[in-house]
């Protein structure tokens, strides 16, 4: 945990979100500007900055994530979506804290 991280934050509860699935791993939340009629973001619990600082100790993580995004999505009402990860201030990340985009239109 990062005391300074929203997500971090949205995490511990201190933050409230539009939660749509939780587990011990990982948080799903609708994104505050969407971008799309649905679009939520897949968060780990686990404070990482980025995916650039992952490495073979995530994979598990990481694919978890990844599996989890097509399930949310058809639950959301998707049948395609988009799947977007910010690297980096230069790649548009805003937030240092790994996450998952899930953007579409149903």
């Not at 990844?66 to 977007?84: I, N």
Request: aromatic fraction near 6%.
């Amino acid at each position: 945990m990062s005391a300074d991280c929203i997500f971090c934050k949205i995490v511990s509860g201190a933050i409230p979100s539009k939660k749509i699935y939780e587990d011990e791993d990982v948080i799903a939340f609708n994104d505050i500007k969407p971008a799309a009629k649905v679009h939520f973001l897949i968060v780990p619990k686990l404070h990482v900055d980025s995916l650039k600082e992952c490495d073979a100790s995530h994979r598990a993580l990481l694919g978890n994530m990844l599996l989890l995004a097509p399930k949310l999505a058809a639950e959301q009402g998707l049948r395609g979506f988009k799947t977007l990860i910010n690297t980096g201030r230069e790649g548009g990340q805003e937030v240092f804290h790994l996450h998952i985009h899930i953007i579409g239109n149903p």
